[in-house]
């Protein structure tokens, strides 16, 4: 597997917690529908709640996932962004990747994109 | 004395649960992974286990990261299950076995291991997608739960070594409880994926299967794999698979008293959305359990 810079993983820590928490706090809270809701209604407007950098909230805004984890957000949070907009982690892991979803489904059915075992 | 009939190890990706949830079992795309659960879904109605300890990490679910326990273990009588954005699964809330998690508190914490308590926590897909496989649709769960989440994300987390010296601490103080219940320990996540970046998509069968063996016959070779091992040969969210070792050292403890466990099943498919599904059963030799049972009975 050619593990490039360009597809390192960003490993959270301590330090990407602490930048992030708040758009972690951020997507905690669409655990809950009333705030589905309000987020749905005005989204920036919902954002304002929250001490976010305007990178941040620029980057939620545009659901760019790969600058949210950049900015300390993780995927287990960001995955209830992803459920409030009713697409699956699958289409944000594809979005991620640069690829349309079929796409990245075919490569994933083919046994994953970046497969040690397929390409040895 | 408690007894420990099975460990069980299995991912637990939330689509898996919200492809039964959808009725999608019999679709082309999941029956694969379904049909590698049957043999243990029998097995499991005909050895429904008392108490599960269930080994997951909490998804931001019961934990926003204000606090990162590394270990932490659910204690209430109780648990409900959480809309995690898209609305709850429709599947029961899980009851706890509050005696028996207490009684793990006071034997981990007097072994070393400094447990958080939890008292109500939500829980989510990582606990219940496994009771989903394992016992299919119910009305109420077949068995008293007791949740026990590991940090497995917020680096640096708990080591693999660490994993499985909490398990045969576990292992230990389940022998040690008084009331004669019939236990198991489920390990659950992984196996590879990864779910972030331009690296999206990562699986590596070849390591998942070394893992498979390794854990069944040398899990020792496995405490020695650094989260950083980890994240480069299954991805980011593959380091889940750490905690399979929590499982697997509470087995170890009860071989180390003369037990015997076989494996019954394994099972090993590509994907579930964006992950390697693997699952191994591995349930206390049989002759022994129908001993103990006749002498139970006796």
């Known amino acids: 597997m050619e593990m490039t810079a360009q597809h390192a993983p960003v490993v959270f820590d301590m330090e990407l917690a602490d930048r992030g928490f708040w758009i972690n706090r951020f997507c905690m809270g669409l655990m809950d529908e009333a705030n589905r809701e309000a987020f749905k209604r005005d989204e920036a407007d919902y954002l304002a709640r929250f001490p976010l950098s305007s990178e941040q909230a620029q980057a939620i805004l545009a659901r760019d996932y790969n600058r949210c984890i950049a900015m300390g957000g993780n995927i287990y949070f960001l995955v209830k962004l992803g459920a409030t907009d009713g697409v699956t982690v699958q289409a944000m892991c594809a979005g991620m990747a640069g690829m349309p979803v079929e796409d990245y489904r075919d490569a994933m059915l083919a046994g994953g994109r970046f497969n040690l075992a397929r390409e040895a | 004395m408690a007894r420990l009939s099975a460990t069980l190890y299995t991912s637990h990706v939330p689509a898996i649960g919200a492809a039964m949830d959808l009725a999608r079992d019999d679709d082309p795309y999941w029956k694969p992974v379904f049909d590698g659960y049957a043999t243990t879904r029998r097995w499991l109605a005909a050895h429904t286990p008392d108490v599960v300890v269930m080994v997951y990490n909490d998804h931001a679910t019961a934990m926003d990261y204000s606090m990162v326990p590394p270990f932490a273990l659910g204690v209430s009588d109780r648990f409900e299950i959480a809309d995690e954005g898209w609305g709850r699964r429709p599947v029961p809330d899980p009851l706890g076995h509050p005696a028996l998690a207490r009684h793990l ?3 981990l914490m ?5 447990m958080a308590v939890l008292h109500h926590p939500k829980v989510d897909h990582g606990l219940s997608v496994p009771l989903s496989l394992g016992f299919g649709r119910v009305s109420a769960w077949p068995c008293r739960v007791i949740p026990l989440m ?3 994300v917020h680096a640096p987390v708990p080591t693999a070594a660490r ?3 909490l398990g045969q601490a576990l292992g230990e103080a389940i022998r040690s409880y008084g009331e004669d219940l019939n236990v198991q320990v489920w390990g659950t996540g992984g196996m590879s994926h990864q779910l972030q970046g331009p690296g999206a998509g990562t699986i590596n069968s070849r390591f998942d299967r070394w893992f498979l063996d390794e854990l069944v016959v040398r899990p ?8 950083e091992a980890f994240v480069e040969q299954a991805g980011t969210e593959g380091a889940e698979l750490t905690m399979w070792l929590v499982a697997r050292g509470a087995q170890m403890a009860f071989q180390a008293d003369g037990q015997r466990f076989d494996e019954l099943h394994r099972h090993y498919h590509v994907p579930a959305s964006n992950t390697a599904v693997g699952h191994l059963l591995l349930a206390q030799r049989a002759e022994e359990t129908s001993q103990r049972q006749a002498s139970s009975m006796a």
Do not use: I, P
């Open chain 2, 105 to 107: 508190v006071h034997r």
């Open chain 2, 163 to 165: 994993c499985l010296a």
């Open chain 2, 220 to 227: 020792d070779a496995l405490a020695s794999l650094s989260h």
């Open chain 2, 110 to 114: 007097t072994s070393g291991f400094d």
């Open chain 2, 150 to 152: 590991v940090n497995v």
